[in-house]
């Protein structure tokens, strides 16, 4: 069985219409219009247009029998709703029954750029439909590229449609006969098998095929069966159940299951396996998001795999990549991350959020799965962490201002030390205006942490618990100047150019913390000034309809920090005094048109010359569709990658892509793709080749507009 998932309800909608229209046309025009007492028979002739509140009927002539309550439109009917087009030879329909025939009958439906036709288009009861002699497209023309003929097509709306004798044709060749064809024509979810997958993996994987099936429970339920056959593994299951209680409640749970029958042994960093006998391999997923009330809600992610080697085999194609949302703002396509062979660690939270006016409460349970060691139990586990913190806010009315910050947290593991922490953070502030030239905002801080070891490694009493508190100082001094330049062009009006100069000074006194736990983090001493400055260029925008915006073309920022400690330190011999810090460089430059934008975050080492860090994005594009993105990323001793992405439209119909992920620091390609895409008005065909660092992919993927894909990601 094949199933096509094609909504056919808006066109014949037109015909529901058509049916109650006479009841309430707005205007009927015509050469003549006549009426026969003897028959009760309205008779219409010559460039009928009856006009009614859903759409316009045209017609040579047309007679209604009110007696029978028969309508008979005859001679180039055509009925048309908003961009909805139903034409035919001629029309017989029952006013009161909303049943009839179109003869020679053609239809467009614009929704889903459908083109349905048949000899004779039968309406057999409210939703029930009879096509004769069918034919099928979404292909624009007389002589459409693909198309799907039937002797007989049996159609219930909101139900199942039947294909009898049903052939496939590209352009005038037949290449694919079904005597018998069942798909859905829905409007709404509709259960059905879904296409499939299909693709080819050298090393890893083998042929891979997996065909889908989707369930349509209820109104707020929905399930999908992933059957997946991978010749060099096996049969892997997954399911997917999503629900949507309403609009404050809904959620997904994932999981797959794989008696995977590879025998391999291999090491990859600090992790390794040998196995030569088949492996119990699993992953599953939860998400649900749940709000109690405008300002109390819950949310739930909740992901774990079998072992750390999962997302390495199956990097190529996988549930959670599929899924993957950068921003979140799909319901119910909310994974975080990118679950690749590169992916180090999978955390799973559940948190709870109350909201005041000037508090936030948040209650976290957290668990992180480290990948990249063969152990996790000494990875720190938070059970729970609840952190209280306080809008920046007036002090009793004082010019003063309080920040409150409060947490605790339980941290668990197998392996090390453990315990309980309370961290409290409260902080004043004094912001001074000095008449508009500057802003002066002097800030002092108090750090309270208590703490207390539940685990069985032999300590102290002093050690096992305690309690460690500090302060910080800072003061913040910043002003700005800009100036307006006005341009006149097209669609910028003005620039503003402003200059923001910045200086923070900061201290935190040394004090002891050789007894502090060591799943609570370390505060560093620190006397020292920052000083940064930033210039923007903000762009106002005039639209097409006139609507006035700003949009910041351009932001570069400098900062460079000076350790007034380490400044005066007593050095002797060939040690060297170094009380410079790093100079950061933050520079976004984005063209105010969509086709350019280029980001760079470096961090240079003043005392050595070299750079400890150089982060540069150039995304680049046009309106023809050609693109290209190039990602540097380098870490001094750690890390350098290079990752290109390039998009040609070298024809109307014809793209090719390129993609490279480079480890430069290892001397390694992780992926090297190259994809030819040839897409018609209604079908696609593409062939992509992967060669990974450790497999070679290839696949081929073929689209036909409005019915579906196979092979495609």
């Known amino acids: 069985m094949l199933v096509f998932f094609v909504s056919l309800r808006p066109v014949f909608a037109l015909e529901d219409r058509l049916a109650k229209g006479p009841k309430g046309p707005i205007s009927i025009e015509a050469d003549s219009v006549s009426y026969d007492h003897k028959s009760d028979t309205y008779s219409a002739k010559g460039h009928v247009i009856i006009i009614f509140s859903w759409g316009t009927l045209r017609a040579d002539s047309i007679v209604l029998e009110k007696g029978s309550n028969i309508a008979t439109a005859e001679g180039q009917v055509m009925v048309t709703t908003d961009n909805d087009v139903l034409e035919g030879d001629r029309v017989e329909f029952n006013v009161a029954s909303n049943t009839g025939v179109v003869y020679s009958g053609k239809m467009f439906i614009a929704r889903n750029h459908f083109y349905l036709k048949g000899n004779k288009i039968e309406k057999t009861g409210e939703s029930n439909y009879r096509i004769k002699e069918a034919c099928v497209t979404t292909c624009d023309g007389p002589s459409p590229d693909w198309r799907l003929t039937g002797r007989e097509i049996d159609l219930t709306i909101d139900g199942y449609g039947t294909i009898k004798g049903g052939k496939f044709f590209a352009k005038d060749i037949p290449l694919l ?26 090393d890893k994987l083998g042929w891979d095929v997996e065909l889908p099936f989707y369930l349509a429970i209820s109104k707020s339920a929905d399930a999908t069966f992933y059957q997946r056959y991978m010749d060099k593994r096996g049969f892997k299951e997954g399911v997917e159940f999503r629900y949507f209680l309403s609009q404050d409640s809904y959620g997904s749970i994932y999981g797959d299951y794989l008696r995977d029958a590879v025998r391999i042994t291999e090491k990859t960093g600090n992790i390794a396996r040998d196995w030569q006998s088949s492996q119990n391999r699993w992953s599953f997923y939860f998400q649900n998001f749940t709000a109690f009330g405008p300002d109390l809600y819950m949310r739930a992610d909740i992901v774990r795999v079998s072992d750390n080697w999962y997302f390495r085999d199956f990097a190529s194609h996988n549930y ?22 590169s992916l180090g660690a999978l955390d799973s939270r559940v948190r709870l959020v109350k909201d005041w006016s000037l508090y936030n409460l948040t209650a976290l349970i957290e668990y992180t799965d480290d990948l990249t060691n063969p152990s996790n139990g000494a990875t720190v586990q938070k059970y729970p962490e609840i952190t209280l913190k306080g809008v920046k806010q007036s002090l009793f009315d004082t010019p003063f201002n309080i920040d409150l910050s409060a947490s605790y947290s339980g941290n668990y593991r197998t392996d090390g030390q453990k315990g309980n922490l309370v961290d409290l953070k409260p902080a004043i502030s004094l912001p001074l205006d000095a008449g508009g030239y500057f802003r002066f905002t002097p800030e002092a801080e108090v750090r309270g942490r208590f703490w207390e070891r539940n685990d069985d490694i032999p300590a102290s009493d002093s050690d096992k618990r305690g309690q460690r508190s500090t302060y910080r100082l800072s003061a913040n001094m910043t002003t700005s100047v800009f100036r307006d330049f006005t341009v006149s062009g097209k669609s910028i009006e003005k620039i503003r150019h402003e200059i923001k100069p910045e200086l923070v000074y900061e201290y935190i006194p040394y004090f002891d913390q050789d007894d502090l736990p060591n799943f609570a983090d370390r505060v560093d001493e620190k006397n020292a000034v920052t000083a940064a400055l930033t210039n923007t260029l903000v762009a106002k925008l005039k639209g097409k309809d006139g ?14 920090s000076f350790d007034i400690g380490e400044a005066r330190k007593d050095v002797s011999g060939a040690d060297s005094k170094r009380p410079f810090g790093d100079i950061d460089m933050e520079l976004d430059l984005i063209k105010p048109l969509k086709y350019f934008a280029f980001y760079v975050r470096n961090k240079l080492n003043v005392n050595s010359g070299r750079w400890e860090k150089t982060n540069y994005d150039l995304n680049i594009s046009d309106a023809r569709g050609n693109s290209a993105s190039v990602n540097y990323r380098y870490t001094r001793d750690l890390l350098e990658e290079i990752n290109l992405f390039l998009k040609a439209v070298l024809t109307k119909t014809l793209d090719v892509s390129y993609e490279l992920k480079r480890n430069q620091f290892d001397g390694k390609s992780l992926r090297n793709t190259i994809g030819f895409n040839y897409h018609r008005q209604c079908w696609s065909i593409g062939l992509n080749y992967a060669d990974d660092d450790n497999d070679q992919t290839f696949m081929l993927s073929f689209s036909l507009n409005g019915l579906g894909s196979v092979g495609g990601k």
């Open 177 to 202: 006969y079904v005597p018998y064809m069942i798909f859905p024509a829905k409007t709404t979810r509709q259960t059905g098998f879904l296409f499939p997958r299909l693709a080819y993996s050298r």
């Open 320 to 341: 959670y990549r599929d899924h993957y949302s950068e921003s979140a703002e799909e319901r119910f396509k909310k994974i975080s991350f990118i679950a690749d062979e």
């Open 547 to 560: 609507a006035i915006s700003y949009v910041e073309i351009l932001r570069f920022k400098l900062a460079e």
